[in-house]
């Protein structure tokens, strides 16, 4: 008994502090947080939800730089048709697209704040009643090649996340 209690000790001293267990289903991060931290916060989560955000943090790894600091982590759309993750740094916009089917895995794609030209968002109209979507949209207009550019549209942000989503790419984006 001893034993396993000292164990658990070492393990609990190693852990990282920026994470506080609510229940079995909901926590709280403080961020900002780097990748290693964020590894051991995901351990905290449900078996189901966990395994989405392990397929999310294999492309994330080979992307992101050591010393990059996670702003927020969150659910979004950044293709019309694919489930996916938002993930907010100090350095880069990282969107991330789950893949379905039999082989699974994730894409993703890095926005660098240098290239985004303006942000703006949206609480869109929920036509089906209570469906499982979330209404936060977010439109990024980014610089393109001569002078051009692009639109992308995220959508299926959460609500109650829209308001820092926005302060916090708006914020990397003036620096």
């Known amino acids: ?25 909901f926590g709280l991060i403080e961020y900002p947080v780097n990748l290693e931290e964020m590894k051991e916060v995901i351990l905290e989560l449900p078996k189901t939800e966990r395994k989405f955000y392990e397929i ?20 979004a759309d950044a ?3 694919k489930t996916g993750f938002m993930v907010i740094t100090d350095k880069n916009l990282y969107l991330i697209s789950l893949k379905g089917g039999l082989f699974g895995g994730a894409e993703i794609e890095t ?36 002078g051009g550019g692009k639109k992308r549209t995220i959508r299926n942000i959460p609500e109650e996340k829209v308001d820092k989503i926005v302060s916090l790419v708006r914020e990397q984006v003036k620096i």
């Not at 609990?12 to 994470?19: D, L």
């Open 1 to 25: 008994m001893y034993l396993i209690n000292e164990l658990y000790l070492r393990r609990k001293k190693h852990m990282s502090t920026k994470y506080t267990k609510l229940n079995s289903r």
């Open 79 to 81: 293709k019309l048709t």
């Open 111 to 146: 926005l660098k704040y240098a290239d985004i030209k303006n942000v703006d968002f949206d609480i869109t109209p929920n036509l089906f009643g209570m469906a499982q979507l979330e209404l936060g949209v977010l439109y990024l207009e980014i610089k393109g090649l001569f």
């Open 56 to 75: 999310a943090l294999k492309p994330l790894q080979t992307s992101m730089s050591k010393n990059e600091q996670i702003l927020l982590f969150t659910i």
